[in-house]
């Protein structure tokens, strides 16, 4: 006889919505809180709608200005508070308008891919990117 367990745990990944959701919640706390946050936008698996349970969250910041190393930037703002693994990339205007400039594939992957949440920083790409999804 089959016996159905009530404490056994059922794991649920959010929905690309809800992430979307609490990203731009985030995204707009973030930059009213913080004068030196231009924009904040997301790219990879959630901005091309191939996501899955288990996928992460990548995020680009963009800051006027920073005197940290590309590498040694801490972002601003705790992306913990997001229903997913969050990646955080921290680019000051600079850098931002160089990435741009430069090209290469990663350039291309954020022109193709990239949704603006909060503000918006649009380099000179090759390609435009996609326009950010209605709230």
């Given at each position: 006889m089959r016996v159905r367990s009530l404490n056994s745990s059922v794991v649920r990944w959010p929905?690309?919505?809800?992430?979307?959701s609490a990203v731009r919640?985030?995204?707009?706390?973030?930059?009213?809180?913080?004068?030196?946050?231009?924009?904040?936008g997301y790219f990879g698996s959630y901005a091309r709608g191939d996501w899955?349970?288990?996928s992460d969250l990548d995020v680009v910041i963009i800051v006027a200005s920073s005197d940290a190393s590309f590498v040694g930037r801490?972002?601003?703002g705790d992306a913990?508070?997001?229903?997913?693994?969050?990646d955080v990339l921290t680019y000051t205007m600079d850098e931002w308008r160089q990435l741009g400039a430069r090209g290469g594939r990663f350039a291309e992957t954020l022109a193709r891919d990239l949704r603006w949440v909060a503000g918006?920083?649009?380099?000179l790409w090759r390609r435009k990117a996609l326009p950010s999804s209605p709230e």
């Open positions: 929905t690309a919505a809800e992430v979307d919640i985030w995204a707009r706390e973030l930059v009213a809180s913080d004068a030196n946050v231009v924009a904040i899955g349970p288990g801490i972002h601003p913990t508070v997001l229903p997913v693994p969050t918006e920083a649009r380099p």
